[in-house]
């Protein structure tokens, strides 16, 4: 087996982040297995988000190291993370809410591509793209909203466009950052069951405040306080941990 194969989809070494004197994430070493079901979580101020940006290039570490599938990419911009293979969506739903989910899915397509600019023009010519586009949707549970303007979607709806935004850069390790934040109660289960159908070949790390999904969702779980990595092991682990418990779950909670 070589190195490459043996490495896992994303690893950090030490890496922390500092502004002034303030440490927001510090020495956090953590591995995610290929083909990982992988949660992330911790209370309010835990650093998760400062980690995920650190992850995406958003922000510049002030030490340590980033590894995709064992290429070092801690000096490669947000871009050039995307086109190695990685993706995210976010907290606060980055849509264009103008545009149709089918247009919003196919301009991620095409840009992939390399059309860029030209998309539109590209799109509507290109059978490819639209069936690629059309196929994201449907797996989303989106079939039936592929030409209405976003901004008119429910919020549900939104977040599964934005999974499927995700989904269309084709990649090897997807960030999901709290895809069922704000989801009505009425509609969180096609988030759940669309997350939990993600292809197996793709890498998922999770962030996640809603511990349903964590639980039926994630294979390995790591929790995050005060910017240091606090425990990490399986659901059956974390979910029994009285140091995690006591920091995060509750006492009174239970898988």
């Not at 101020?45 to 030490?63: M, R």
């Not at 709806?157 to 990649?171: H, S």
Request: hydrophobic share 45%; aromatic share 4%.
């Amino acid at each position: 087996m070589s190195a490459l194969t043996a490495s896992p989809a994303l690893q950090t070494i030490g890496l922390s982040k500092s502004f002034g004197g303030f440490k927001a994430n510090a020495d956090i070493s953590l591995s995610v297995a290929r083909g990982a079901r992988h949660a992330l979580i911790g209370p309010n101020g835990a650093g998760k988000t400062t980690f995920i940006n650190l992850l995406t290039g958003v922000l510049p570490v002030s030490s340590g190291t980033i590894a995709l599938m064992g290429e070092d990419i801690t000096g490669v911009s947000q871009q050039g993370r995307v086109r190695r293979g990685m993706a995210r969506t976010y907290q606060i739903n980055q849509l264009f809410a103008d545009l149709s989910p089918i247009e919003t899915v196919g301009l991620a397509i095409a840009e992939r591509q390399g059309a860029g600019a030209r998309w539109w023009s590209r799109v509507g010519q290109n059978s490819a793209v639209i069936d690629e586009a059309e196929a994201l949707l449907l797996r989303m549970k989106l079939g039936g909203l592929m030409t209405r303007r976003t901004a008119t979607l429910p919020y549900g709806k939104q977040r599964l466009l934005e999974i499927a935004l995700a989904m269309a850069c084709q990649p090897s390790l997807l960030l999901l950052d709290e895809p069922a934040a704000g989801v009505p109660e009425d509609e969180r289960h096609d988030v759940l069951d669309s997350v939990e159908a993600l292809p197996e070949d793709v890498t998922v790390l999770l962030i996640e405040h809603d511990m349903e999904l964590v639980f039926s969702f994630a294979d390995r779980i790591s929790v995050l306080v005060q910017g240091q990595l606090f425990a990490q092991g399986s659901v059956e682990e974390i979910s029994t941990d009285p140091r995690v418990r006591s920091v995060y779950l509750g006492e009174d909670t239970h898988v």
